[in-house]
């Protein structure tokens, strides 16, 4: 049920990407700032993934740590 959940929501965005990149072709001249921006937050969180994923000691708490 969860994954199916995720898969449904990662539609959505999806989705919603289209829709905000059609908006910027259509603004072309002012649209190529939120390209910029899309990208940049984009970058930021492939970043923020890759930390999280490389970091032994989140990991470390994760399992041992009692909630």
Not at 58 to 65: E, G, H, I, L, S
């Amino acid at each position: 049920m969860e994954y199916i959940g995720y898969i449904l929501l990662a539609i959505v965005v999806l989705f919603w990407l289209i829709a905000i990149m059609a908006g910027m072709i259509a603004i072309f001249p002012v649209g190529i700032l939120g390209f910029f921006a899309i990208g940049g937050i984009g970058f930021l969180l492939a970043q923020v993934i890759k930390d999280r994923l490389i970091n032994k000691e989140d990991d470390y708490y994760t399992k041992n740590v009692e909630k």
